[in-house]
């Protein structure tokens, strides 16, 4: 997987690209970075329920909450919590979450090794992956003091601190009009470049 945080960072700069910093017609403020951030962490609870419970259906990890219809089934269950705003509001939502969560499935597999990613589940169980690697290697761990090891590997924060720079300029880009944004895309072109350079 990448790193949670790339995992949040990714789906935080779909979902400011779809929508205005006070758009009125989906979750703004606040709300606007935590669902996004919620919708993008949410397909490595495979990872989490073998870790708290042993289970496991398919692979540990990339399993099929790794799929796009689990990420459009996820994006479901929390617009359901807006339908009170109206049908208007719960769709755009749902289509803007579920937009977001394809980008959990598609930086594993931009990560290029590791197990496949099964996006077509359950109408095609053949998994996927990058030929090329513009994500950094990201490890996990079945045990908590496997967890807790990766957590402290310098090669961790290497990964993450280079997800950070290929991914926050897109968010902060989202929010501009003037130059800072093509500054803000050339600092994030930069961090794809390096990354490719340094893991392939
Ligand atoms: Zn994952």
């Not at 597999?109 to 994500?135: N, R, T």
Request: charge should be positive; aromatic fraction near 16%; charged fraction near 10%.
């Amino acid at each position: 997987m990448a790193s949670p945080i790339g995992h949040l960072l990714g789906a935080i700069a779909v979902y400011t690209a779809f929508s205005k910093r006070d758009d009125k017609t989906v979750p703004s403020g606040k709300l606007g970075y935590i669902l996004p951030a919620l919708i993008g962490i949410l397909p490595d609870l495979d990872v989490v329920a073998y870790v708290l419970f042993g289970f496991a259906y398919g692979p540990i990890h990339r399993g099929v909450s790794h799929s796009l219809l689990m990420g459009i089934i996820f994006a479901l269950f929390i617009s359901l919590f807006f339908i009170k705003n109206g049908f208007r509001y719960f769709l755009k939502t749902w289509i803007i979450l579920s937009i977001c969560s394809l980008i959990h499935p598609l930086l594993d597999y931009l990560m290029g090794c590791g197990s496949k990613v099964p996006f077509f589940w359950p109408f095609d169980s053949q998994g996927y992956i990058s030929p090329v690697q513009l994500i950094p290697t990201a490890y996990y761990s079945t045990s908590f003091s496997g967890l807790l090891e990766v957590v402290v590997m310098p090669e961790t924060w290497k990964g993450i601190f280079l997800e950070t720079i290929s991914i926050l300029p897109l968010i902060v880009a989202n929010t501009r009009t003037d130059k800072i944004r093509y500054l803000m895309i050339c600092i994030s072109l930069i961090g794809f470049i390096v990354t490719y350079v340094l893991y392939n």
